[in-house]
């Protein structure tokens, strides 16, 4: 679906986007995990066809990025990160508006209001609308046309627990449908429950890229911590999981049924990132 190859990008005279190379499958969750300024944003900027300067190659849907016609803008779905709704009409006259901007209008506005909760909230103007409710409502205007490709930046950021799930919930249903989906994100729990791959990418670099399973376990196994009474004090020991019959100390203390806790723990996909570029994902 998308082709990156060498791909290269500067705003400025310094270079920016630096030698890029992925693909990003049809039928796929790809996401783009990295801190704030890491240029996730940019590049999707690029792969819509709003950057055309670039060097190297970025095609999507069979069409180089920066010669991209209408049938391109028909097919595509596009959640940006600022809100781009009119204020002063209700959601409504909103997704309306822009459903009228393509060829064929599939989904029903109601439909789409009632699957990220805003149902009762269709009539109102968006300048009455909370910050959580206006992305929830840029991101169903990306869906009005049914495209079969959708590019998500930040889809969850600024949403509450539920919220959050329910759009986690809409972008897996699309999935399901078999839609290709392009997210950013500096969450790695949206990363890691959403993307089938995941590109780690810091000052317009990718440092890695591979499934959220596969990152996880190139740090290792998982850690296992144990403690125990020892003249009355407690102590604690620690190893790999996958060496724990290694652990003398361990052995000893299960032979003595002498264990007071045992617990594993996995790296997480931020352990991982932080392992690989040596920065925090915030
Ligand atoms: N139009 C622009 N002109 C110059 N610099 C820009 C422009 N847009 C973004 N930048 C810079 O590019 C960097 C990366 O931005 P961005 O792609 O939005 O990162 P991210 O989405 O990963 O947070 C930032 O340092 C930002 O200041
Ligand atoms: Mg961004």
Known sequence: MIQVSNLSFSYTKKPFIQDMNFEVHEGE?????????????????ILLGMLPGYTGSAIACG????????????????????????EKLTARENLEFFSSLYRQRVRSIDELLSLVGLENDGDKKV???????????????????????????????GLDPTNSRMMKDVILEEKKKG??????THNMQ???????????????KIFALDSPHNLIMSRGAAKITYSWLDNDIEKTGSCQLDRASEDVTLKGLINENRLLSIHSSEPTLNDIFIDITGKTLV
């Open 29 to 45: 969750i790809f996401g783009f995990l990295g801190p704030s300024g890491a240029g996730k944003s940019t590049l999707q900027k």
């Open 63 to 86: 069409t180089e990025c920066n010669r991209h016609d209408q049938d391109f803008y028909q097919s595509i779905g596009v959640d940006f990160e600022y809100s781009t709704m009119y």
């Open 127 to 157: 300048t009455a609308y909370s910050k959580g409710m206006k992305s929830r409502l840029n991101f169903i205007k990306a869906l009005v046309h049914d495209p079969k490709l959708l590019f998500l930046d930040e889809p969850t950021s």
């Open 179 to 184: 839609k290709t989906i392009l997210l950013t």
């Open 190 to 204: 949206d990363a890691t429950e959403l993307c089938d791959r995941v590109a780690f990418i810091v000052g317009g």
